[in-house]
């Protein structure tokens, strides 16, 4: 028979415990004799032999008291961020002094990442308690970049080598890759964000590994701002299951950039007595990112139909990494306002013959005309000034001539780098605004936001791979195969 016991010694010394295991024997012929120990006895005169074993342990109580963060948020450039605060308790249940009363001295170390990653800060305290340090400075100084990063922290008791971490070594894991038949999924990757019926919803795949459930796990979102969006949304503790495309709800994103979802969870083997302080750990939280490009399409009348451009960019893409804003009637100087926080711009109309121009609503002396440069009878052109398009990575032009040098207008291209736009695309031939433009719209766009492969096309690519389609589809390039490029050419729109 196998008995198995477990001691919280937590609140006890340091030092060695002896611990004896014995067998408790009675006289099986006699049953008011004595308990012995040892050896059960040969006959019935005999009482046997009391003996047992012993076994020395030694117990080290160096922890902490507490564990309250995940992760730390940093960046420079923000007066809120750009020191962020770390406190964590040293607890030592143990003699905290020599025999000659000399206090013993506790080092710790704050890793960003785990204990065998990259140290930032240290310290040593001449007694447990609490710790609190602010890191702006020492950020800094190491040149550590913003973002979202998790820690770990190590404490060692100089005079005994008596140690302990904040997570390491925790149980509760997220692998690097998901077993089979996942092979070849992360551990945890954060998809993106989807719609539907005004919601939002993150979407992500993860694992966690462990011998027991989680007591839990939780999904933190963070804008491009670092500032929180949601935190903590309970995702499913069980363990060693791979989770496909959950949908995690969370607030709609409003800004352009990169958003954070982090993946955290704490165990639940504290009552298993497998650490040293008897208490639940949190594991070390996973980060991963998915970039929110804002896109703007505006379009002449011609290009507005269920069956074509507006209605295929829309299907296609806004799921994926753009919003999606399709105004056919906005003049110019209206789109200019929506452009502010836009990084990717797609004026799809009628260019103008010389070059220079381009009109993407129903009437050009309406206003819905773009021009490189001011001037125009009417005066209703909205010229391409700097600083427009500061937000924008790339603009692309859908509409004949738009790549060539008006004599009088300038060239949309150059004007737009010049404003701002790091990448700008128009056409040099005449191109078909009808089946087979709205086809190659459609095409371009799933070759830049990787629908049509493993990884996002740059621009360059994504508009030969575009054309050779159309001219697959139609026999003809239909004017797609003059594309110019200017800026940025290798640029991905949507990282």
Known sequence: MTLWEAWDTTDRFNGNHEVRIAAVFSNCWDGDSPFVLG??????????????????????????????????????????????????????????????????????????????????????????????????????????????????????????????SLRHPNRLTVPAGMPFPQWGTPGYRFRGFEREAGDTFAVIDYRIEDEVDASDCYFDLLGPDLAEMASQVT????????????????????RTGTYAGVLCGVDANGARFVYRDARNRRMLPVVGTDAQWEAHAYAHEDFDSASTFPA?????????????????????????????????????????????????????????????????AYGQWRAVETGDFRSVRYVLYQGCHTGRTGEYWGNLLAESLGAGAGCATGFMDYVDRAQRGDYWSARFWLYVTSREGPEPLPITAALMQACADVTAAYGYPYGYDSHATDGWASIVPAP
């Open 235 to 254: 995702l499913d503790t069980t363990v060693n299951d791979s989770n496909l495309e959950v949908r995690v709800p969370v607030p709609a994103p409003e």
């Open 39 to 164: 050896t059960p006895p040969a006959d019935s005169s005999s009482p046997g032999v009391s003996g047992g074993t012993s076994k020395t342990t030694d117990v080290q109580n160096v922890c902490f008291a507490s564990d309250e963060r995940d992760y730390i948020v940093y960046d420079p450039a923000v007066p809120e961020q750009n020191d962020p605060e770390i406190s964590f308790e040293i607890v030592d249940r143990g003699p905290v002094e020599d025999l000659d009363g000399n206090p013993y001295h506790y080092h710790w170390y704050l890793y960003l990442g785990t204990t065998d990653g990259m140290y930032v800060d240290q310290g040593i305290r001449g007694s447990p308690g609490t710790v609190t340090r602010e890191l702006g400075t020492i950020l800094a100084a190491q040149q550590i970049e913003r973002g979202v990063y998790p820690f770990d922290i190590k404490v060692v008791e100089e005079e005994t080598g008596d140690s302990a």
């Open 312 to 376: 295929l960019y829309l299907q296609e893409i806004s799921d994926h990494s753009f919003y999606i804003a399709f105004e056919p009637d906005y003049v110019a100087d209206e789109v200019m306002r929506h452009v502010a926080d836009c990084a990717v711009l797609h004026l799809a109309g009628h260019g103008w013959i010389g070059g220079g121009g381009i009109n993407f609503g129903d009437e050009m002396l309406d206003g819905r005309a773009w021009s490189a440069r001011a001037g125009g």
